[in-house]
T-cell receptor
Framework: GESVGLHLPTLSVQEGDNSIINCAYS??????FIWYKQESGKGPQFIID?????DKRQGQRVTVLLNKTVKHLSLQIAATQPGDSAVYFC????????FGGGTRLMVKP | DTGVSQDPRHKITKRGQNVTFRCDPI?????LYWYRQTLGQGPEFLTY????????KSRLLSDRFSAERPKGSFSTLEIQRTEQGDSAMYLC???????????FGPGTRLTVT
């Protein structure tokens, strides 16, 4: 059945395609950002982070881009797999994490 | 398993009852955080500790909420006189210091009936 409150933006991609999830921020406590992945019923899981002295950082199949001029960051997932299906959050990390609205990624087989 | 653990994983309580949750952070992590997450939303900060000192509390943390970290290791979050609006996932996280990635536990899902 439908769950009340699940009004997350959804990105639906075909397995094997690349995914791009975007996040805009306004006033940030710091220039340190983290992307988290959250699967249903679990706590957020760290994916990748980026600090203000960088505009790009790559991990395994993931890349984060930070554009401080327009206050935007993105998470790129290469060759998206069914296991990537989850909700993705960007967070600004100062003394605490301030989370943006999440994006639900759905991977079609 | 050396990750963050939380207990219980699920709690159902009646309105007006008190509940207490426990969080065991990654050992030697000085910082411990509590967040609350409702369905479809990102986690919202409640409070954090540096060792045993509670350094900041969100205005979301009403007088009915209290958190402790008596020995600088595990922490407890107590909610007194629970209300239906307290129903949420309560997440604990830890980190070695500030401006560092935080590692989350599995959360405690609270349902107030």
């Amino acid at each position: 059945g439908e769950s009340v409150g699940l009004h997350l933006p959804t990105l639906s991609v075909q397995e094997g395609d690349n995914s791009i999830i975007n996040c805009a921020y306004s006033n940030s406590a710091s220039d340190y950002f983290i992307w988290y992945k959250q699967e249903s019923g679990k706590g957020p899981q760290f994916i990748i982070d980026i600090r203000s002295n960088m505009d790009k950082r790559q991990g395994q199949r993931v890349t984060v881009l930070l554009n401080k001029t327009v206050k935007h960051l993105s998470l790129q997932i290469a060759a998206t797999q069914p296991g990537d299906s989850a909700v993705y959050f960007c967070a600004n990390a100062g003394n605490m994490l301030t989370f943006g609205g999440g994006t639900r990624l759905m991977v079609k087989p | 398993d050396t990750g963050v653990s939380q207990d219980p994983r699920h709690k159902i309580t009646k309105r007006g009852q008190n509940v207490t949750f426990r969080c065991d952070p990654i050992s030697e992590h000085n910082r411990l955080y509590w967040y609350r997450q409702t369905l479809g939303q990102g986690p919202e900060f409640l409070t954090y500790f540096q060792n045993e000192a509670q350094l900041e509390k969100s205005r979301l943390l009403s007088d009915r909420f209290s958190a402790e970290r008596p020995k600088g290791s595990f922490s407890t979050l107590e909610i007194q006189r629970t209300e239906q609006g307290d129903s949420a996932m309560y997440l604990c996280a830890s980190s070695p210091t500030s401006l560092y990635e935080q590692y989350f536990g599995p959360g405690t899902r609270l349902t107030v009936t």
